[in-house]
């Protein structure tokens, strides 16, 4: 098994005014191919910002941390784009752009790359299948559910054959019934396509169903369980 | 990202917001069709002011006279008897003879011209006029395609009472009712105010020739307005020698020759005539029209200004409610490089729409003008002529104005889209991706 993400003596501080805070106080992990981790904890934990420095979204105030052993830290602004395209978000506000039909939004991630349009549209097409949407994929996303809403996204993230799915809370603005549906998704995505997967959320129930857990409480892993 | 893809998210952004972008377009249309009819009607009025010009000018000739400018020799409208300079020096009809080969290789022939503002009678009717006299050879030969007969014929070796007349003179209510016509006798007046007190002299001609209607109004050249009478009869009819003007032809009409023979008879004449070019005034003309219309590009530019500061209040705004947008392109692995392009892009959308529709519509709005000048009767140039002949103005869209405003629309919106695009590049994902 190859690392896929490692992260060493990870720190943060943000600056809230003129008050440092400590978001990320010395975080080491290490992420496997294939693994499927969730990163458990209450909020203000950390595990958000965690996410972002894992997803190349933002840089560590110290230590460093490797997406497939490239310092994300030593990455210049356009690096950490062409890095970005090889992650997969799913956010816990779905984040679609909502003037965009479903398949549109799964198009855009692999625009954003340089694919040609009719390649784009035949993968966004088998995309959408996977996740179960072939038939609503003309719909924007004010006519889709919340939980159809979180399967384009996770469409959406799978698009550029990412490294990697990140998730931040997918669950959190979804009923639970749609919720079970989503996790099952992930779990067959990973179970069945090998994908490698980290999960944040504070539900222990959606924890349970990963490989893997750690257990962060303020900007410290407290805790790893193997499931 | 292709440029066909940012083409298209742009344009689909724009969509989104049809009434703002709509009423952002609005600005820059205004502007530039302000720039392109101001443009084109005074590139029409400059064309149409020098063609007027040109029918009346010979580009190869020099006018001299004892007066400063132009004035002297400027048009029908010149008063006859006021070329006394304060000098008192006077040219005389000799001195049109005296110019000639022998002073410059490059002078052709030259005439004397005499002229006074006066009137011709035909029964009760009296209207005012200017009488010129002229060498009828000569001025045919220097102003072949204006001193040209329309009816009746310019006599080479006229008898004392021939006397041609201009277009206006034989048709002054342009209604076809001739106040003269050719073999009509003519009576011709004018005020002698050397004696005491001022006389009417008068004599009786006929009219041998109707000159083609002209239109314009020319240096030295014929007009609509005047009456023609042989040289020898003007000097006894005025009782003297002293000329107006002397036109001077020449065997070419480049710059050199122009400059080198104007000086010869300036000094000559011991630097007491001025020699004014026709191509001259024409260069003179055209410069002046160009300040003109730089003049009211600036204007029409301002309003193009305060469009290109609603162009850039509205990227703003925009980017303020895309923020969030902005965050979920970067978080995909957007370039900030191609998220400056997408807002640039919108911007030149803007501007290219808004100056399509800006050229058209200045180009109707210049049309509408001209119509209405013409309706209007368009005589506040021919009131200036002396004639009562309107003008037509055709108002002229160059390349040079079409693509200049083209160009000048979507370079503004670029312009003032740069701040607000340069922001949004610079978002931070993370930070872009929290904001509300």
Redesign the interface.
Known sequence: MTTIVEAVNLKKTYMLGKVPVDALRGINLRVESGDFLAILGPSGSGKSTLL?LI?A??KPTEGNILIEDVDVSMLG??QL??????IG?V?QFF?L?P??TARENVE??M????M??AERRKHAEDLLETVGLKERMNHKPSELSGGEQQRVAIA?ALA?NPRFLLMDEPTGNIDSRTATEVIGLTKKLNEEKGATIIMVTHDQHLAAETKRTVQMFDGLIIKEIVN | ??A??VFS?SF??I??RKLRAGLTTLGVVIGIAAIVALLSITQGLQNTITRQLQTGFATNTLIVSTERGFGGGFGPGAQGGAAAAGSGFKLLVSDAQAINGTLSPEIEMSMAIIQRAGYVKSGETVRTTTIVGVDFTKYANIYTSTFAAESGSIPLSPAADMVVVGKRVSDPWKNGTLLFNVNDPVEIIWTNATTLPPENETYSGHVTAVLREIGGFGLGGPSDSNIYIPISQVQSFFGTDEVNTIVVKLKNDDKATIDSVSKTITDYFSNQVSVTSATAVLNTLSSVFSIIQLFLAGIAAISLLVAGIGIMNIMIVSLMERT??I????????????VLWVFLCESVIIGLIGAAIGIASGWGLANLVAIVFRGGGGTFIGNQAGTTGGITITPVLTPTVFLGALAFGVGVSVVFALYPAWRASKL???EA?RYE
């Open positions: 972002n997803g979204l933002d602004d356009s784009a062409d890095l970005r395209r090889r978000f956010f984040n752009i003037r965009f855009l991630s625009s954003i790359a340089g040609s349009r959406r550029n | 990202m292709k066909r893809d998210y689909s952004a969509r989104l969030r947008e965050g979920i392109l970067k978080a995909l692995g957007m370039k900030s490089r191609t931070k994902p993370v991706l």
